[in-house]
T-cell receptor
């Protein structure tokens, strides 16, 4: 099993450009999450999904959109990138049954917005 | 929403010594407290977790304690080794609102010196 994978690994954008980050998991997890990680600020939840076709806002959702058309994929979109969105983005997934379960993280995408 | 504070932000210990990292949380409804380890350039990985019906949990050299009354929990690493050098994140989660969301602390950079 590949676990949680993310595409791309690195990306440089100019202000105003758009892009989509792809997260895929092969563990049949119901829950999926997008975080951003900035120095000194830990991991902050952007959006999450409790199942195919559903999404919800996290702690820092502004400037991002998400979609979960298939259970195994969770897409994060930036419509008009800003320098403040320079960050490392992590996707994670977990089971939903039996209360809390471990969140498994992807390898991350390092995004720079110039 | 939940707020998690983590201290210290950096910690340097001699090999073989113990390390303690402390976190406090604000939401009394939180009932799941995982700890993640992140090595440089890698993804966060779960090392231990504790649920609110348990006061202490141990796994070899790692232990976590929870005081629900005071709303704080701690990570204890004994007999530290160079491979323990990493950033450690605490997190708190509750079932309110669905999705098993986690709120992370800002991280502790642990350095184990030879």
């Amino acid at each position: 099993n590949a676990g949680v994978t993310q595409t791309p690994k690195f990306r440089v954008l100019k202000t105003g450009q758009s892009m989509t980050l792809l997260c895929a998991q092969d563990m049949n997890h119901e829950y999926m999450y997008w975080y951003r990680q900035d120095p000194g600020m830990g991991l902050r939840l952007i959006h999450y999904s409790v199942g195919e076709g559903t999404t919800a806002k996290g702690e820092v959702p502004d400037g991002y959109n998400v979609s979960r058309l298939k259970k195994q994929n969770f897409l994060l979109g930036l419509e008009s990138a800003a320098p403040s969105q320079t960050s490392v983005y992590f996707c994670a997934s977990s089971y939903s049954r039996g209360g809390y379960n471990e969140q498994f993280f992807g390898p991350g995408t390092r995004l720079t917005v110039l | 929403g939940e707020n998690v504070e983590q201290h210290p932000s950096t910690l340097s210990v001699q090999e073989g010594d113990s390390a303690v990292i402390k976190c406090t949380y604000s939401d009394s409804a939180s009932n799941y407290f995982p700890w993640y380890k992140q090595e440089l350039g890698k993804r966060p990985q779960l090392i231990i977790d504790i649920r609110s019906n348990v006061g202490e949990k141990k796994d070899q050299r790692i232990a976590v304690t929870l005081n629900k009354t005071a709303k704080h929990f701690s990570l204890h690493i004994t007999e530290t080794q160079p491979e323990d050098s990493a950033v450690y994140f605490c997190a708190a989660g509750g079932l309110t609102g669905g999705g098993n969301k986690l709120t992370f602390g800002t991280g502790t950079q642990l350095k184990v010196e030879l």
